[in-house]
């Protein structure tokens, strides 16, 4: 499968964004989980959000709880992060990510096997 993710981009603090991540290749209902992780300047990448097959159990860090949704689009073939509210600590690329994972692992990047590229959220004050 190829991932491609965009919809990046420069945005204020309080703003919105949707990042998508459209699949090729194969299906992403093919996979148990898709997720979303990110990677600030100097930082290590870390778990944003996932998605389960069904698209009825979502998961998300602390950090972004409350303010990011993401959701899928089957017939698409496509997961979307949706993110209000953001904060300067928001700041990073977000890559999306499939896994086959069970629920205990879906926050360890090392779980998942096919990444997309990333897209750049820069949020300004």
């Known amino acids: 499968v190829q991932l491609q993710a965009s919809g990046g981009g420069l945005v204020q603090t309080g703003g919105s964004l949707r990042v998508s991540c459209a699949a090729s290749g194969r299906s992403l209902s093919d996979y148990n989980v898709v997720g979303w992780f990110r990677q600030a300047p100097g930082k290590e990448r870390e778990f944003v959000a996932a998605?389960?097959?069904?698209?009825?159990?979502?998961y998300y860090s602390d950090s972004v709880k409350g303010r990011f949704t993401i959701s899928r689009d089957n017939a698409k073939n496509t997961v979307y992060l949706q993110m209000n509210n953001l904060k300067l600590e928001d700041t990073a690329v977000y890559y999306c990510?499939?896994?086959?994972?069970?629920?205990?692992?879906?926050?360890?990047?090392?779980?998942?096997?096919?990444w997309g590229q990333g897209t750049l959220v820069t949020v300004s004050s």
């Open positions: 998605i389960r097959r069904s698209g009825g159990h979502t």
């Open positions: 990510a499939t896994s086959n994972v069970v629920l205990s692992g879906i926050y360890s990047s090392a779980n998942y096997i096919y």
